[in-house]
């Protein structure tokens, strides 16, 4: 029979009918219901096995706490495990499976371990599993983990997808129950911008699962009515279905926002959202969580909080059991019975364990005061419990309550310390939560509802007027006042029977007590010791039991004691949720050159650099090996014209009249004289001497330079000359900014270059060799009008120009370019073939540039200026930065020219072992040569300038090469430079 | 008369979307130039495109329009504006220099950056999946600039209606920001 505990009324519809299945059984349930109320309106108490003793499990609670009821839900990739049953939405078609079990639920093979207990304390897996050392990763821990475990991952990609959003509000409140709908009310009202979030997809917290009348309805109708009203309100943002995880930073929270439904209905929307939300002010009214007692066997699926047997009656119309009793240490429990007795059903008994006469009657109920259970029977379903009286009783339900932990999580996310109150026997926020944070209702331990509503109404009036805004003048909502008395109770002695504190990681009374016993005083050692509070559900209903514990076992009180330290996020959340859309290719963003279209047009290979995607090669049919292309383009560059896109290079435009001081500032060379119309080739100095970039400048106009830097670092360069301007010479009159995406630039390298400009450049442009030397710079127009600007310098050592449109023209000057160079046979050439030339011509890039060079090292302190003070002149100058055998960067060829030459080899003398002793330099940059016919490499090496026409060894042990190669002039195309100046 | 045209392309060839409450469009018809205020000279400047267009300095984060309301000037930095114009031709620096008479240093940057316009009634809904600033109509007023990431790109956003949002990334970001944006409406509508 379907639902045969579901009862009539509830906050579910129950015209609504949804199908899913548990294990693969059809089952029925209604909209509004959670899978954990649908489950046990089908009778299904036993709904999984615990982590190490896969003890047979039943729901214990009907909230975000719940240690037992972990499922996973979902199949194929789809499949999600450890999903708390008590806060997933049901809908129709929602597959479950129950987890942690070896063959069916009802007869778990792995449960033999359940019957090994007594071998398998606290700790044992530390002492035991000694001997052999090397046997613990390779034996004993994947053994362990495969016996123990929780879900199963699919091993598939996730298919669904995440987002993330950012909020802003002057005053967040966490946590939509009777508090915090206070809170919102006032401070709405108020003017103020509010957010608030609860966790539950029904807002309205515990008023939705009691029966508390306020201002004369049910609560959960003036929950209902309350969140209408402010739904209907401009400047406020409801956030139902949204956990607040965490508190960080100025003000900031994040929070998961789970829109599964939305999900399964459209494929395409995203399954949750993770917020960032900006507060001025946040408003803690989480409430509070309900916690056991320590007893024999109080692990049965059965026995749960006795607030969520509430839950399961009032809102989910589900009756957890026929035969239900409650045992309770505080006024709470009692209202249990009562709310059972009002739908109908009998109770078989109430026992309180304080020395009170009872709370109130409870028609057909046992009671029995100041009495204990102490033992409980039935292995896949509670059949009886046993108390201290030595009286057994019949029931299938018991709704325990050991009195209520106030929800201060958030508070310690800045490192709160928990105050103990005797009063309420439970730890509440100190003094110091997180900035702008305030706490109201029960989970600042105000546990009477009359008075949470009142000190909400007031919070959120207080802090909307701390804010600026007007002070509400409405009156708080009434109810009628029922205290709450406590006596705390954390377990009663139970012989060789094992009490459960921590359900999920299966940690028992006993556990704790050997921790102490064995030396384990500290909270967080015992913590770790007994894996205590280390599930998924972070102890939420454990910790404060264990304490209690603790404090017995140890002759201290709770405060002495302590709490562990809360961290966020205070909910599991998916690693997805995290990345958000950032997967794949989306990890980052894309930056495309302007020939980037063109250029998939030949089928070039793109390379990633930093987050600009660059064409690497081009190769042509028939090629069948990245060498012969590269090696093809250099020689057709060398022997005619190549062309290459070089926007990627950082261009800053640098204007005012003190731009040259400026330039002889930051450079090491001097730039103060750079006549109109010239480049130079700038070395810039961090603050140590040590070389941070190069480029060049070119001086287009008196007051006007054009700067370049090296692709990566592009943005580091414009940030140091911004904070050199800003901080070190704010009067000079410098103006930056950064034009690398004003223009598309080409280098255009080869002897053929000139003759191939000439084409496109307008005939009032005089490029001749006289009019525009090496090294020239200036303005011109080509392709009948369109301005450019004209550089003639040289990566590669040939004869060489980089041109510059306006971006707008890239795409379309690299087409014309291969248009007009048609006769000279040019070619496209990408980064590989651009690193072969500079190689080959000596020059230093990122290998060279790595951090620990000096101008000196790089054989570049001829360009050092004497004359002027520079950002690294002086600690230049240091003596361990001018020693002779300081690793100088020099070339190395081969001496037998087949021989293969590997970067990152490292050099050694010819006789010389490979040790760290021995080591005397580095190969940092090494190509094939197509035009010398062999590899050859620039790197450096101890005093290497003084040692060109010695011989060494550069050996690479990992990929198992050792040449012998011959020091060098990095310098091997064209030495003296004449190619650049024909 | 050269052999050789070129043909100008705009960072994402003029794309148009229109979605349910959305329309993400490319913004063709603008460009901008960087008008920096040489050292001590403000004021003068100040008043001579107050005389030539009758704009001023805007406030840092804000925009003044001219009185013609062809230019906007966005304020973004101490010495510096960002002239927003009515321009889709080749030259909007000299154009500019004309337009305002004042002797400041003029940087073209309309090639620089990719324009994105979102806008309509959802448009702060697709926007707040990848804004961090906060986009409450009375906080980022009309008018109002800002620069901020998104998405891990620089991004300016300037308001130019009341549901109506401008954002410029550097142009080889510019597919990237369109497909941030289009997943976000796919996110949200």
Not at chain 1, 408 to 415: A, D, E, G, P
Not at chain 1, 831 to 843: D, N, P, S
Request: glycine fraction near 10%.
């Amino acid at each position: 029979m379907s639902q045969i505990n579901r009862i009539d009324g509830g906050l579910i519809d129950q015209e609504k009918v949804l199908n899913f299945t548990f294990n693969g059984q059809i089952l029925k349930g209604y909209e509004g219901d959670t899978l954990a109320s649908a489950l046990l309106a089908n009778n299904k108490h036993l709904i999984g096995r615990s982590f190490k003793y896969h003890r047979p499990r039943g729901i214990v609670t009907a909230g975000s706490e719940e240690p037992n009821a972990i499922m996973e839900i979902g199949n194929g990739a789809y499949k999600e495990p450890n999903t708390r049953a008590t806060v997933t939405q049901l809908y129709n078609g929602l597959e479950a499976n129950s987890q942690n079990h070896k063959g069916p639920l009802s007869f778990d093979f792995m449960a033999i371990t359940d019957f090994l207990s007594p071998l398998l304390g606290a700790g044992f897996y530390y002492k035991t599993f000694m001997w052999p050392k090397g046997f613990w990763e390779k034996f004993y821990e994947p053994a362990i983990r495969k016996s123990a475990g929780l879900g199963t991952l699919s091993t598939e990609a996730d298919p669904d997808t995440y987002d993330k959003g950012f909020r802003h509000c002057d005053i967040l409140i966490i946590g939509a129950g009777a508090t915090g709908l206070s809170a919102a009310l006032t401070a709405a009202n108020s003017g103020a911008k509010i957010i608030l979030a609860d966790e539950d997809f029904l807002m309205g917290g515990r008023l939705n699962s009691e029966t508390n009348e306020i201002d004369g309805m049910a609560g959960s109708e003036w929950a209902k009515k309350t969140v209408a009203k402010l739904g209907a309100m401009e400047n406020v943002t409801l956030m139902s279905d949204t956990t607040v995880f965490g508190a960080y930073d100025h003000g900031i929270y994040g929070a998961i926002e789970n829109r599964a439904s939305e999900a399964r209905e459209d494929n395409d929307k995203p399954r949750q959202v993770n917020w960032r939300i900006y507060t001025k002010r946040a408003i803690l009214c989480a409430g509070a969580t309900e916690r056991l007692i320590a007893f024999g066997n109080n692990d049965r699926p059965g026995i749960m909080f006795a607030s969520a047997v509430r839950t399961y009656l009032n809102r989910f119309a589900v009756a957890t059991g026929q035969r239900i009793s409650v045992y309770t240490n505080n006024d709470d429990g009692w209202k249990t019975a009562k709310d059972l007795n009002a739908k109908g059903f009998r109770v078989a008994a109430v026992i309180d364990s304080r020395s009170i006469s009872p709370v109130m009657r409870v028609p057909g109920a046992e009671i029995y005061m100041a009495t204990d259970v102490v033992d409980t029977k039935g292995r896949r379903a509670l059949k009886s419990i046993q108390l201290s009286n030595g009286k057994s009783i019949d029931t299938d339900t018991l709704a325990v309550s050991g009195g209520w932990n106030p929800n201060l999580h958030f508070t310690c996310h800045h490192r709160g310390v928990p105050k103990w109150n005797e009063e309420i026997a439970s730890f509440v926020p100190d003094s110091s939560p997180p900035v702008g944070m305030s706490v109201a209702g029960r989970a600042k331990g105000t546990m009477v509802l009359a008075d949470a509503i009142i000190e909400g109404h007031n919070q959120g009036s207080c802090v909307a007027a701390d804010l600026g805004y007007k002070t509400s003048e409405s009156k708080p909502a009434s109810t009628p006042v029922v205290s709450y008395n406590i006596s705390a109770n954390w377990g009663v002695p139970s012989g060789k029977n094992r009490a459960w504190v921590d359900f999920q990681n299966d940690v028992t009374a006993k556990d704790i007590k050997l921790a102490n016993q064995e030396g384990f005083k500290s909270v967080e050692h015992v913590k770790r010791y007994t894996t205590l509070g280390m599930a998924t559900d972070q102890g939420k209903t454990a910790n404060v039991l264990a304490i209690g514990i603790m404090a017995e076992n140890m002759g201290q009180t709770m405060e002495d004691t302590g709490t562990t330290i809360f961290r966020p996020p205070y909910v599991p959340v998916a690693i997805g949720a995290f990345a958000g859309r950032r997967r794949g290719m989306e990890f980052y963003p894309t930056r495309y050159t302007p020939s980037h279209n063109w250029s998939t047009e030949q089928n070039a290979i793109f390379v990633e650099v930093g987050m600009w995607y660059r064409s690497q090669w081009f190769p042509l049919p028939g090629e069948t090996h990245w060498r012969q292309t590269v090696d093809r383009e250099v020689r057709q560059t060398r022997s005619s014209v190549g062309i290459c896109d070089v926007t990627t290079l950082g261009k800053i435009d640098i204007k005012g009249e003190d731009v040259s001081e400026f330039l002889n500032k930051v450079y090491a060379n001097a730039f103060a004289k750079v006549p109109v119309g010239k480049t130079r080739y700038g070395l810039m100095l961090r603050e140590d001497g040590i070389a941070m970039d190069d480029g060049t400048a070119a001086r287009m106009s008196e007051n006007h330079f054009v700067m370049t830097t090296t692709t990566a670092n592009a943005v580091s360069v414009y940030r140091h000359l911004q904070f050199c301007h800003q901080c070190l010479w704010p009067d000079l009159d410098v103006h930056m900014i950064s034009v690398t995406e004003q223009y598309a630039q080409y280098a255009v390298a080869g002897p053929n270059s000139r003759k191939l400009l000439e084409k496109i450049v307008d005939p009032e442009c005089d490029i001749s060799n006289e009019a525009f030397p090496y090294m020239a710079a200036g303005e011109i127009t080509v392709c009948g009008g369109t301005a450019a600007r004209l550089f003639r310098i040289s990566f590669s050592g040939e004869l060489a120009y980089e041109i510059a449109v306006p971006t707008r023209y890239g795409d379309s000057l690299m087409r014309v370019l291969m248009e007009a160079g048609e006769e000279f046979n040019v070619i496209p050439y990408g980064t590989e073939a651009l690193g072969v030339m500079r190689i080959e011509k000596g020059h230093a890039a990122g290998p060279e540039l790595n951090g620990q060079t000096s101008a000196y090292d790089l054989g570049m302190g001829g360009m050092i200026s004497g004359k002027k003070d520079f950002i690294g002149y002086t600690l230049g100058l240091r003596e361990e930065l001018q020693r002779d055998d300081r690793m100088q960067m020099v070339g190395f060829k081969p001496v037998n020219t087949s021989d293969l030459l590997l970067a990152g080899s490292h050099l050694l003398g010819l006789r010389d072992k490979a040790t760290t002793e021995n080591d005397q330099g580095w190969i940092s940059s090494c190509i094939y040569s197509p035009i010398l016919g062999h590899y050859l490499g620039i790197g450096f090496i101890k005093g290497g300038h003084n040692r060109k026409g010695e011989n060494v060894r550069a050996v690479d042990l990992v990929r198992g090469n050792d040449v012998e190669v011959e020091i060098c002039s990095p310098h091997f195309v064209d030495p003296e430079g004449e190619r650049l100046r024909v | 008369m050269s052999d050789y045209e070129l043909i100008k392309e705009s960072p994402l060839g003029g794309a148009e979307h229109e979605f349910d409450g959305v329309t993400v469009a490319e913004v063709i018809d603008q460009s901008l130039v960087m008008v920096a205020l040489p050292r001590d000279r403000a004021v003068d400047i100040e008043s001579a495109m107050g005389e030539s267009c009758g704009l001023s300095i805007p406030a840092m984060g804000q925009s003044t329009k001219s009185s013609d309301a062809s230019v906007t000037l966005w304020r973004l930095q101490k010495n510096q504006v960002l002239a927003y114009f009515s321009y889709d031709g080749d030259d909007a620096e000299v154009n500019l220099a004309e337009r305002f008479d004042a002797p400041a240093y003029y940087t073209d940057q309309s090639d620089t950056w990719g324009m994105i316009r979102v806008s309509g009634e959802r448009s702060r809904d697709v926007l707040e999946r990848i804004c961090p600033i906060d986009l409450d109509p009375s906080v980022f007023t009309l008018g109002s600039v800002s620069r901020t990431v998104m998405e891990h790109i620089g991004t300016i956003i300037f308001r130019d209606g009341d549901d109506s949002y401008v954002l410029l990334t550097m142009r080889s970001f510019s597919r990237s920001m369109l497909h941030a944006i289009e997943v976000s409406v796919k996110n949200v509508l």
